[in-house]
């Protein structure tokens, strides 16, 4: 390898390891007092969007780590009687098994299925889409609630954040890990692809009250 290739590809590494910190960083800074931890600091009638995860690994049945803390702060925010409506938000399965736990849970406001919101930034251009003058309070686990956040601040939709508790295992690791990835890639999908939906249904379709 020639000594001007090895700059270069040294130039490239260095380039797209401070984008990644820097992405990083400023993403988890729209986290900055936002990440409430009582019921009591969340706005009395927000809309509440749980956002998606499985429940099991396919390929061993295992429990994820993460479903189930994120099904307990949901239940714990709805029960406190500060949120009007619960989005389960996430694929088809996502959104009607959160949404079957938390009935099953003792959840009694209603509950819309969004079994559009294949991605955060799905989820939360659908919650714009829906309930673009209301205040929307995120569920996820903290790592995850800050990319939500940020997404929501470059939309104007009004959001804070009610962070699960972070799971026990390796697993919820690495989904904290992918998610490093994932923030970066958000600024890719807001300033290279518009914040294009993935979904192939407009915004403002698709969701079903649960029955």
């Not at 209301?134 to 939309?155: I, K, N, T, Y």
Request: glycine share 8%; with cysteine; hydrophobic share 45%.
């Amino acid at each position: 390898m020639s000594r001007w290739l090895k700059r270069g590809v040294g130039s490239l590494v260095a380039v797209l390891a401070t984008f990644l910190v820097v992405s990083n960083a400023w993403i988890w800074s729209a986290g900055w007092g936002r990440l409430t931890h009582h019921p009591a600091e969340v706005p009395a009638g927000s809309v509440m969007v749980l956002l998606g995860t499985d429940e099991f690994v396919a390929s061993t049945g295992e429990r994820t780590g993460t479903f189930r803390p994120r099904i307990d702060a949901a239940v714990e925010l709805a029960r406190s009687g500060r949120v009007k409506l619960v989005i389960s938000s996430g694929t088809e399965v996502h959104a009607r098994t959160m949404a079957d736990q938390l009935r099953a849970s003792g959840v009694t406001c209603p509950i819309v299925e969004d079994p559009y919101g294949w991605r955060t930034l799905d989820s939360v251009l659908r919650a714009k889409a829906y309930y673009p003058k209301e205040h929307v309070v995120f569920v996820s686990q903290g790592w995850h609630c800050v990319r939500a956040l940020w997404l929501a601040d470059h939309e104007k939709l009004s959001a804070t954040a009610y962070p699960a508790a972070f799971g026990e295992g390796w697993r919820p690791w690495m989904g904290a890990l992918r998610d490093c990835f994932a923030k970066p890639k958000a600024l890719i999908d807001r300033y290279v692809f518009a914040n294009a939906l993935m979904a192939p249904v407009p915004a403002n379709e698709g969701n079903v009250p649960h029955r």
